[in-house]
């Protein structure tokens, strides 16, 4: 069936409405009437091709949430009016090592929301900057947070589950000092879920205008990194390091902070690599560089249910869907806090 979007035909174009094909639901599939979508800076990323191979037109989104319209036959775990959501992964091999530990996310075969190949029309994966979508059951995800907060539970579809999953993998919780990088859309729900693990928080920003607000983010200390007293000051201390920051920097500079063993956790994805760190930085303290891409669909439950029970959203502004391409410039500008989230019934118009 067909169905409005709003996508790109090409890297130096604008997002405009254009109508796409979405497949009849075959048997496991759950027809999807999209509330919300999120708006990541990867949307952005990939619709401008910064990163290689994208096809148009694109239509990004994959902090999806809304409400099932049909199911297939087959399905036994969802039902029409059911909350759900949509994030990253819309398919995997389901078979591989990585899917059977629930790890789709580092299946080779994992097909993403936007921009992967599927046999559906027009041959790549269009994503949530749409009014439906239609998904096998296994990557929905079930939300429990009241109605009233559904757009400001759709940045954790990513924003949510790319900090949850690395704060688990390496422990963040009671008597860990874990600090965030770039306060974003990422960076402010790292600290929001580090904040509800119990670890000492500390955010880094640029900005000198985000001090104040990371600390009602839920951050113990903020440090303006641009200040090189400011950032000596934590030296050798830090148990994790998550980074977010969506553009090349000096890794250097927050390796010195890690204690013995400690981790740099890199999560922000920019177009082009961050300059090689110093090694004896990395030899001295027996210090790890890391990386992490989103969360399988378990641990995306988990933190959805997570969140769910402590009360936790995104912080929000809600936009029009002929706003988008405003929101790209001002997201870049950092003008945000923290996320845009797209109202999908202004896609009609
Ligand atoms: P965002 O909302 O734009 O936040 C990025 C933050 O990084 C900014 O708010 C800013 O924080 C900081 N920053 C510092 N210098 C910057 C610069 N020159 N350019 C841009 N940002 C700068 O982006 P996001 O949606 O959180 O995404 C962050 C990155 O993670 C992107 O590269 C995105 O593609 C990537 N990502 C990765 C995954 C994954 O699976 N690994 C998943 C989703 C997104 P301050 O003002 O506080 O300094
Ligand atoms: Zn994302």
């Known amino acids: 069936m067909q169905v409005i979007a709003y996508g790109a035909h090409a890297s130096d174009q604008p997002l405009e409405p254009l109508t796409i094909t979405r497949r009849e639901p075959g048997a496991h599939d759950v027809r999807i009437d999209i509330a919300y979508c999120g708006i990541c800076h990867s949307d952005l990323h990939q619709v401008r091709s910064e990163w290689e191979g994208t096809q148009y037109p694109c239509v990004p989104g994959h902090e999806i949430v809304g409400r099932v319209a049909s199911v297939g036959g087959h399905v036994s775990g969802f039902k029409v009016g059911d909350l759900v959501g949509v994030g990253c992964i819309v398919d995997s091999c389901k078979h591989c090592a990585d899917c059977d530990k629930g790890l789709e996310n580092y299946c080779d075969g994992m097909i993403g929301t936007y921009n992967f190949p599927t046999p559906d ?163 001295m303290k027996r210090r790890s560089i890391a990386g992490s891409m989103i969360g399988g669909i378990p641990e995306t439950q988990e933190m959805l249910d997570f969140c769910a029970e402590h009360g936790i959203v995104a912080d929000i502004e809600l936009v029009r869907a002929d706003e988008i391409n405003q929101s790209y410039e001002r997201m870049l500008k950092g003008e945000v806090k923290y996320r845009f989230v797209i109202d999908n019934s202004t896609l009609a118009g």
């Open 121 to 283: 029309a027009p041959g790549w994966t269009l994503g949530g900057y749409s009014q439906q979508i239609v998904v096998h059951e296994r990557y929905v995800l079930r939300i429990k947070h009241p109605a009233a907060q559904l757009a400001a539970v759709a940045p954790l579809l990513c924003a949510g589950i790319t900090t949850w999953s690395p704060l688990r993998t390496w422990g963040a919780g009671p008597g860990k000092k874990v600090g965030v990088v770039g306060i974003g859309g990422l960076g402010h729900m790292g600290i929001k879920l580090a904040h509800a693990l119990s670890a000492h928080v500390v955010a880094f920003t640029t900005s000198e205008s985000k001090r104040e607000a990371a600390l009602e983010l839920g951050a113990d200390e903020v440090v303006v990194s641009r200040n090189p007293q400011e950032m000596a000051a934590h030296g050798k201390s830090f148990d994790l390091i998550l980074n977010t920051v969506a553009a090349p920097h000096d890794l250097d500079a927050f390796l010195v902070l890690l204690k013995r063993d400690g981790t740099l956790a890199l999560v922000g994805a920019p177009a082009s690599n961050h300059p090689s760190p110093n090694v004896f930085n990395l030899i």
